[in-house]
């Protein structure tokens, strides 16, 4: 196993244990511990949902709440914290704790893993990531739990108040409520739907686990000043002010008799999270073609969440004006970075075609779905209008497939297969019409 894993590239090691962790996760769950008396969980479902709690999707065949044992809840908590912060984070920082050194291709994969632009820092920006982490779920845990505990007794507060901390910041979108009485199953922050504090708390910490570690490190070094933002940052915060408010403005135009706070909630939580406070099912065709397009943008680099990333849908827009008013691609007295415009078009063009393959596949396997409900499931963020449950056996195979390919990246997946080393001679320039 040595042998094989140092002749393979970061990116596929780094994919290698995104898998193995999903078919551990789904061995555990199989467990008869896992589940409540009475139940019978098949392979596929536990497979299903290992998945998308590894790679924090929030979609699941069944209702967690009501299928899975404190023992199974807690394993999928541990999947879902190990897909936020990524498998070889996680990795790396347990082998720094018992005291071993790195090996240069474990820096390298991390490095790929976080986006880290030199080995210097990470020891300490993976300390950082796990400081941060600790500190933002304990405060929505004690936050939660003031809201929780009036409606539950003490031991159930404190298992939900945990797990929903853990879900929410790491941008997964899971639930438990369906295990505790007097809460219907599956039906997500339905129930919280006008609770002020719990909808701001869950927003909160979707919000900073979708933004990215280096940029919460940036906001806090710099004490907030905005000078001192880094151009990534900028960006980052740029788009994710713009794409919330967006949202919240179109939700409410669309759903006349949705609240404001349910619009500024559902467009915090369609991007990159999965809870609902209102039932999808519902919901007009507007309303979801424009959840589909913010499930599709996700959140930020580094970050718990998956999607194309605001940044890639930044630098795809900078693309397009520069490219139709013939002016350089520049954003907050900053060059954008050569090729970027390339990259993001590549990485949008993969994740459109993956969307509509899968959506394709499922269609035609499952006859009876809508175009609408397909692309809706794929949105990898965990909000769906209620088909989920009735898929079949390979409809559930291609969506763990494009759930994987969500949280990891279309463009690493593709590089899997990436063996040259670039060309060694240049072909005459032709001529091409475009457009």
């Given at each position: 196993?040595?042998?094989?894993?140092?002749?393979?590239?970061?990116?596929?090691?780094?994919?290698?244990?995104?898998?193995?962790?999903?078919?551990?996760?789904?061995?555990?769950?199989?467990?008869?511990?896992?589940?409540?008396?009475?139940?019978?969980?098949?392979?596929?479902?536990?497979?299903?949902?290992?998945?998308?709690?590894?790679?924090?999707?929030?979609?699941?065949?069944?209702?967690?709440?009501?299928?899975?044992?404190?023992?199974?809840?807690?394993?999928?908590?541990?999947?879902?914290?190990?897909?936020?912060?990524?498998?070889?984070?996680?990795?790396?920082?347990?082998?720094?704790?018992?005291?071993?050194?790195?090996?240069?291709?474990?820096?390298?994969?991390?490095?790929?893993?976080?986006?880290?632009?030199?080995?210097?820092?990470?020891?300490?920006?993976?300390?950082?990531?796990?400081?941060?982490?600790?500190?933002?779920?304990?405060?929505?845990?004690?936050?939660?739990?003031?809201?929780?505990?009036?409606?539950?007794?003490?031991?159930?507060?404190?298992?939900?108040?945990?797990?929903?901390?853990?879900?929410?910041?790491?941008?997964?979108?899971?639930?438990?409520?369906?295990?505790?009485?007097?809460?219907?199953?599956?039906?997500?922050?339905?129930?919280?739907?006008?609770?002020?504090?719990?909808?701001?708390?869950?927003?909160?910490?979707?919000?900073?686990?979708?933004?990215?570690?280096?940029?919460?490190?940036?906001?806090?070094?710099?004490?907030?000043?905005?000078?001192?933002?880094?151009?990534?940052?900028?960006?980052?915060?740029?788009?994710?002010?713009?794409?919330?408010?967006?949202?919240?403005?179109?939700?409410?135009?669309?759903?006349?008799?949705?609240?404001?706070?349910?619009?500024?909630?559902?467009?915090?939580?369609?991007?990159?999270?999965?809870?609902?406070?209102?039932?999808?099912?519902?919901?007009?065709?507007?309303?979801?073609?424009?959840?589909i397009i913010y499930m599709f943008i996700g959140a930020s680099p580094g970050s718990t969440g998956g999607g194309i990333k605001t940044?890639?849908?930044?630098?795809?827009?900078?693309?397009?004006?520069?490219?139709?008013?013939?002016?350089?691609?520049?954003?907050?007295?900053?060059?954008?970075?050569?090729?970027?415009?390339?990259?993001?078009?590549?990485?949008?063009?993969?994740?459109?075609?993956?969307?509509?393959?899968?959506?394709?596949?499922?269609?035609?396997?499952?006859?009876?779905?809508?175009?609408?409900?397909?692309?809706?499931?794929?949105?990898?963020?965990?909000?769906?209008?209620?088909?989920?449950?009735?898929?079949?056996?390979?409809?559930?195979?291609?969506?763990?497939?494009?759930?994987?390919?969500?949280?990891?990246?279309?463009?690493?997946?593709?590089?899997?297969?990436?063996?040259?080393?670039?060309?060694?001679?240049?072909?005459?320039?032709?001529?091409?019409?475009?457009?």
């Amino acid at each position: 196993m040595k042998k094989f894993l140092k002749k393979q590239s970061p990116v596929r090691i780094i994919v290698f244990a995104f898998f193995l962790a999903a078919i551990i996760g789904s061995g555990l769950l199989m467990l008869p511990i896992s589940v409540k008396d009475g139940v019978e969980l098949k392979y596929i479902d536990s497979l299903y949902t290992s998945v998308s709690a590894v790679c924090v999707t929030g979609l699941v065949p069944l209702d967690v709440g009501s299928t899975f044992s404190v023992f199974g809840t807690i394993v999928i908590a541990i999947l879902i914290q190990i897909g936020g912060l990524g498998v070889t984070t996680v990795g790396v920082g347990i082998v720094l704790m018992v005291g071993k050194k790195m090996s240069l291709k474990g820096i390298n994969v991390v490095k790929e893993a976080s986006n880290l632009y030199s080995r210097k820092e990470l020891y300490l920006f993976l300390r950082y990531i796990f400081i941060t982490t600790l500190i933002f779920e304990l405060l929505g845990a004690i936050s939660s739990f003031c809201v929780f505990i009036q409606d539950m007794d003490f031991d159930q507060a404190l298992g939900v108040s945990l797990f929903h901390a853990i879900s929410a910041f790491n941008n997964a979108g899971f639930d438990i409520f369906g295990g505790v009485e007097g809460f219907a199953q599956g039906s997500s922050l339905i129930y919280y739907q006008k609770n002020i504090p719990l909808n701001i708390i869950t927003s909160l910490l979707i919000i900073f686990g979708g933004i990215g570690f280096l940029v919460i490190k940036e906001l806090f070094t710099t004490r907030f000043r905005w000078k001192k933002f880094s151009m990534h940052t900028k960006v980052v915060l740029t788009m994710t002010l713009t794409l919330v408010v967006t949202g919240t403005l179109l939700i409410k135009l669309t759903e006349g008799e949705i609240s404001w706070l349910g619009a500024f909630f559902m467009s915090v939580s369609c991007r990159t999270a999965g809870f609902a406070t209102y039932d999808l099912s519902l919901f007009k065709s507007a309303t979801l073609l424009l959840m589909i397009i913010y499930m599709f943008i996700g959140a930020s680099p580094g970050s718990t969440g998956g999607g194309i990333k605001t940044t890639t849908f930044f630098a795809l827009f900078l693309g397009i004006k520069s490219s139709a008013t013939n002016k350089s691609e520049k954003a907050f007295h900053y060059a954008m970075p050569k090729d970027s415009y390339k990259k993001a078009s590549v990485i949008t063009i993969l994740g459109i075609s993956i969307i509509l393959i899968g959506s394709i596949l499922i269609m035609a396997l499952e006859p009876n779905m809508s175009m609408k409900d397909a692309m809706f499931a794929f949105g990898t963020v965990g909000l769906s209008t209620g088909v989920t449950s009735t898929l079949g056996i390979m409809s559930k195979i291609i969506s763990c497939i494009v759930m994987f390919i969500g949280r990891l990246g279309p463009l690493t997946i593709a590089s899997l297969w990436y063996f040259s080393r670039g060309d060694r001679f240049s072909y005459p320039e032709g001529n091409i019409s475009i457009g």
